[in-house]
């Protein structure tokens, strides 16, 4: 979305638009970058938070009015993560935070100032995109900093360190918080017109989520839910076109659904909120089951061969037999 583009003009109807057909939606924020003159460099686009106390407590002020405007515009929002991505630095808003800074901030700031203003929204660790240790462990080794957070987000580069924090905080909820984009411009191959939105990203995406969830995750985001055939993003250099789960086509004035799409459905449309992952007897990596809250079983499965496979399924007694085509996915809901 362009800079310019307030959230009353675009995004907010956009929520409520989705909120409409889906009134369970929560709704969680995560920051890019702070105001520049919150930062070192004085600009939307890299540079560190500064950490004077001074600073800090504006930018607590700041989240908190951004959770009361969306209130006052009849929008709840649940959580609010600290900082998107704070180990790394773009060419478009970003903004580096010490796991030390995130500790104090929330411990010193953020929290405090949610509870003043009574603000019912959860303080999140995240969203934390490399496998460094150091956040969970420097924040949520921290009594007061401890206090504050209900929850962890994990993305892209976090995989390695997911199993140990789901098993080390078994009280706070780990999220995934964002799915990889696909086209990597840093790979061979990249085209840098358009994304593919192809198979291989499907079957990606697929891998992806069972990877998260068996490491420990209660919830599993797409990234771009929406976007156009070029579906560029805001790089100054090198705009990157991105995958979506959902493709614009402006010239036919057409709605493509993605490989992507169907992998995020074998779930979302089966898996409810509140469903217990259950472990599976067998040898196939590719399928990962869990029991809804009404009993339900569910089974996610994928076949990366290039041949189909019959696949056998004993549950309760029953035993259930299906045909996976070749680069194909299933679920069954029993």
């Not at 989705?18 to 520049?36: E, M």
């Not at 919150?38 to 700041?62: E, Q």
């Not at 999220?175 to 790979?187: A, D, F, K, L």
């Not at 590719?286 to 290039?306: K, T």
Request: glycine share 6%.
């Amino acid at each position: 979305m362009p800079r310019t583009c307030g959230d009353r003009s675009r995004l907010i109807p956009y929520v409520r638009a989705a909120l409409a057909h889906q009134p369970a939606l929560r709704l969680w924020a995560s920051a890019w970058t702070p105001p520049p003159w919150m930062k070192t460099n004085d600009a939307y686009d890299s540079g560190s938070m500064k950490d004077d106390p001074a600073t800090l407590a504006a930018y607590a002020l700041y989240l908190a009015r951004f959770v009361e405007a969306y209130r006052e515009e009849g929008l709840a929002i649940q959580a609010v993560h600290v900082q998107n991505e704070p180990e790394q630095l773009t060419r478009y808003p970003s903004c580096a935070w010490t796991p030390e800074l995130i500790r104090d901030f929330v411990r010193d700031h953020l929290g405090p100032a949610f509870e003043s203003r009574r603000l019912p929204a959860e303080i999140w660790l995240g969203t934390l995109s490399t496998a460094d240790p150091r956040y969970a462990s420097v924040v949520l080794g921290d009594a007061g900093a401890r206090r504050q957070v209900r929850g962890i987000g994990v993305q892209w580069g976090a995989l390695a360190i997911t199993p140990q924090l789901a098993a080390t905080y078994l009280d706070l909820p780990l999220m995934q918080t964002e799915t990889v984009c696909g086209n990597h411009p840093w790979e061979a191959g990249f085209d840098p017109a358009r994304p593919p939105n192809d198979h291989a990203y499907g079957a990606l995406t697929w891998g992806r989520i069972r990877d998260y969830l068996q490491a420990g995750v209660r919830s599993y985001m797409a990234w771009n839910m929406v976007l156009d055939a070029e579906g560029k993003n805001l790089d100054s250099e090198r705009p990157w076109p991105q995958n979506a789960l959902l493709v614009v086509d402006r010239q036919e004035r057409r709605l493509r659904e993605t490989p992507a799409y169907w992998a995020f459905r074998h779930f979302s449309g089966f898996v409810e909120t509140g469903a217990l992952r259950l472990a599976l007897a067998g040898d196939d990596a590719d399928a990962i089951a869990f029991r809804n809250p009404d009993g339900r079983l569910v089974v996610a499965m994928r076949n990366p061969g290039e041949r189909s496979r019959t696949l056998t399924l004993a549950a309760r007694g029953d035993v259930l037999e299906l045909e996976l085509p070749a680069r194909g996915w299933a679920t069954i809901a029993y």
